[in-house]
């Protein structure tokens, strides 16, 4: 990687995921390419920033071509909810966008990191111990553009010769920046909470557990999937990576030993509850750590005493 374009730069993932390629590779190597007009100051103030639409392919292309782009980091989509409210939409920006980037790279031969999701498994997945190559059939926009996206991915390596890499994220959690639009959001939500009111309202029901992810170690998977040797590489595309599985409950007993008073009740979104019922519990993410030798650095509690620290020192200093 000597020159990189992040798409989606401004959203949860993209504004760590910037950051920490800026640290590696040198602020002017890494374009963050963002939707919005006005970016977070750390993105925009830190490196170069371009406007993007990913569903414009001609302006993409541009670029990529005028900066000597050899690495694409497609981040840009609709999340889970989000997809189910403006499903026309988010097949245009999720499979669109991702075709218009996979063709560039063909073109100007680029490698191509695609996040996919827990969320492209379905209600026939097996829940616990998700194998890595399993039945799928999401029954979602947002899981139909993920396991799409897999395969278009495997397609253009092996028609191609794209150089394609993904991984299966779960829930992720960060300090950074809101959620936008995700089923596992309650999951940062509740820590924004917790701090501030001392109570908070899950919209998931007790006992729905998920695979979750804290966000330096989203980060790590990403770069280190990236620069791994191509030649141990069989599954390329969609590994399941996870780090920890816990229900919101248990999320909420972990944040009660650090906040004793804290206090946690529900109030069910039907959409978002539905489409955390279709998601497996915990994934089997072997593969990952045999082919590139995954390995997650955060648990439950480590990850809870981060946020924690991170969270109120932001709240003392506002």
């Known amino acids: 990687m000597r020159k990189i374009l992040i798409t989606g730069a401004t959203g949860q993932i993209g504004t760590e995921l910037t950051k920490a390629l ?21 993105v925009r103030d830190a490196g170069p920033f371009v406007a993007i639409d990913v569903t414009h392919r001609q302006a993409l292309e541009k670029i990529v071509a005028e900066n000597h782009v050899d690495t694409i980091f497609h981040l840009a989509s609709l999340l889970s909810a989000d997809a ?9 920006v999720n499979m669109g966008g991702l075709l218009n980037v996979l063709e560039i790279a063909r073109m100007h031969g680029c490698a191509v990191f695609f996040p996919s999701s827990i969320g492209a498994f379905g ?27 897999e395969l278009l991915c495997d397609y253009y390596h092996q028609r191609f010769g794209v150089d394609t890499r993904g991984v299966r994220y779960p829930g992720l959690i960060s300090h950074e920046t809101p959620p936008t639009g995700g089923t596992t959001d309650y999951a940062v939500h509740i820590f924004h909470a917790a701090i501030k009111d ?7 029901k007790e006992g729905t557990r998920l695979d979750m992810m804290y966000m330096p170690d989203a980060i790590k998977g990403a770069i280190d999937l990236m620069e791994a040797d191509s030649r141990r590489l069989i599954h ?18 972990a944040i009660r030993k650090r906040i004793p008073d ?12 539905a489409i955390a ?34 969270l109120v020192k932001k709240t003392e200093m506002t």
């Open 236 to 253: 390329r595309n969609g590994y399941n990576i996870t780090a920890m599985s816990f229900s919101p409950e248990d999320l909420a007993a």
């Open 277 to 310: 019922e279709s998601w497996p519990r915990h994934m089997d993410d072997s593969v990952a750590r045999r082919e590139w030798d995954w390995q997650p650095e955060y648990d439950l509690d480590a990850m809870v005493d981060d946020m924690l620290e991170h």
């Open 123 to 149: 209600p026939l997945t097996p829940p616990e111990n998700t194998p890595q190559d399993t039945i799928q059939h999401p029954n979602t926009m947002y899981g139909i553009t993920k396991v799409s996206g």
């Open 262 to 273: 804290f206090v946690m009740n529900y109030d069910i979104d039907p959409v978002r509850q």
């Open 84 to 92: 189910e409210k403006k499903p026309g939409l988010a097949w245009e």
């Open 22 to 42: 800026r640290a590696r590779y040198g602020a002017g190597n890494v374009i963050a390419g963002g939707h919005r007009r006005e970016p977070p100051k750390t």
């Open 198 to 204: 001392r109570r908070y309202d899950c919209f998931l």
